[in-house]
């Protein structure tokens, strides 16, 4: 079974930085692309940014310029610097791995539990 575990949130003041932390386990043979989401109360889950196996990124308008998604050394793994926040960036942040190749034969996308950013004014 594979699990995608979330880490780094918390509160911050306009302004500030955090780093957050995915680590996939599992019986992973592969993973496509791994991204972030985010989800603001009564607002519906958006794409923060995105990156695939060979390290091309996307990222939402919102967040260019001020977020970097990075695959970790550690297989598996990835993290999203978060720079100049702004109190519109407060939401939970979901960890999603896209088209994981397992030993049952088949791919499937998986996501965390989520982690919450949540800055200050």
């Known amino acids: 079974q594979v699990q995608l575990v979330e880490s780094g949130g918390g509160l911050v003041q306009a302004g500030g930085s955090l780093r957050l932390f995915c680590a996939a386990s599992?019986?992973?043979?592969?993973?496509?692309?791994m991204g972030w989401y985010r989800q603001a109360p009564g607002k519906p889950r958006e794409l923060v940014a995105s990156i695939t196996s060979g390290g091309s990124a996307v990222y939402a308008d919102s967040v260019k310029g001020r977020f970097t998604i990075s695959r970790g050394n550690a297989k598996n793994t990835l993290y999203l610097q978060m720079n100049s926040l702004k109190p519109e960036d407060t939401a939970v942040y979901y960890c999603k791995a896209d088209e994981v190749a397992t030993p049952r034969g088949y791919t499937l996308d998986y996501w965390g539990k989520g982690t919450l950013v949540t800055v200050s004014s």
């Open positions: 599992g019986s992973i043979l592969s993973i496509n692309a």
